[in-house]
């Protein structure tokens, strides 16, 4: 699927990390794009790479080469001031271990954002209100975190991170921390949201059944991608890469 109209897009970008051992390719010329409104799933080991994508799409960190766009604005040319309004205007951010204020209720931990946004704090109170509800946690919502179940808390982070309503929302194994039962009925309330929202997101997952029910995956192996889909075989820029380039792909079956 190539596209022009595609939300993000990666080209061949690669970042390398100094240690006290040498340097260390975290991304070796990792080429993909995302389409708006879809939900796409990113797999692989420990090391692979995962956590470093993340970070550089949530433009944490720049790449060494190659450039990432967002509707067509290459986020590694912008200044740190407008990568902070770029990610408080677009960015939605899920995280395995909740990262909740634990000093504040839930319904004071979803609206947040809103409040930092420079939102009233009874349109942000209106909007929380909304979204707790839509997440089953109305009766919870006067709780701190310390009083909820692991799968009530990661409910509360996901209603946090579309609350400014996120144009892309990332998410670092968001049900990592919770066993099958729950990961599988949090998965089911971040669904729903995407959809009903249209936002797109690219969730990092070790949960092969889970990701299966995204629209696409792919998968990180030594910093290098591997593109799977149960449609077809996507590259961002295949046709304008050398034929001689090394490409690595996989198609990930049913």
Not at 15 to 35: H, M, P, Y
């Amino acid at each position: 699927r190539l596209s022009l109209m595609s939300a993000i897009s990666f080209q061949s970008v690669s970042k390398i990390f100094q240690t006290a051992r040498g340097s260390f390719q975290a991304l070796d010329n990792v080429c993909f794009d995302i389409e708006e409104g879809e939900f796409f799933g990113l797999l692989g080991p420990n090391g692979a790479g995962k956590t470093t994508l993340l970070s550089l799409l949530g433009t944490l960190a720049k790449p060494d080469s190659g450039t990432i766009a967002f509707e067509g604005t290459v986020l590694n040319t912008l200044n740190n001031r407008k990568l902070a309004a770029f990610r408080n205007l677009n960015l939605g951010f899920i995280f395995q271990f909740y990262q909740l204020l634990p000093e504040f209720t839930a319904l004071e931990n979803v609206m947040m954002p809103a409040l930092i946004a420079g939102i009233s704090k009874s349109e942000a109170q209106k909007k929380a209100k909304a979204l707790v509800q839509e997440l089953g946690l109305e009766q919870r919502s006067l709780n701190k975190p310390s009083a909820l179940s692991g799968g009530e808390q990661q409910r509360v982070a996901i209603a946090r991170a579309v609350a400014n309503a996120p144009r892309l929302l990332l998410a670092d194994e968001p049900t990592g921390n919770l066993d099958p039962g729950t990961s599988g009925y949090v998965f089911d309330a971040l669904t729903g949201l995407v959809r009903a929202s249209g936002l797109a997101a690219l969730v990092a997952t070790h949960n092969h059944e889970l990701a299966r029910r995204m629209d696409r995956r792919i998968t990180l192996s030594g910093g290098k991608i591997a593109i799977g889909t149960w449609q077809q075989i996507v590259l961002c820029d295949f046709f304008e890469r050398p034929r001689d380039r090394e490409v690595m792909v996989t198609v990930v079956g049913d």
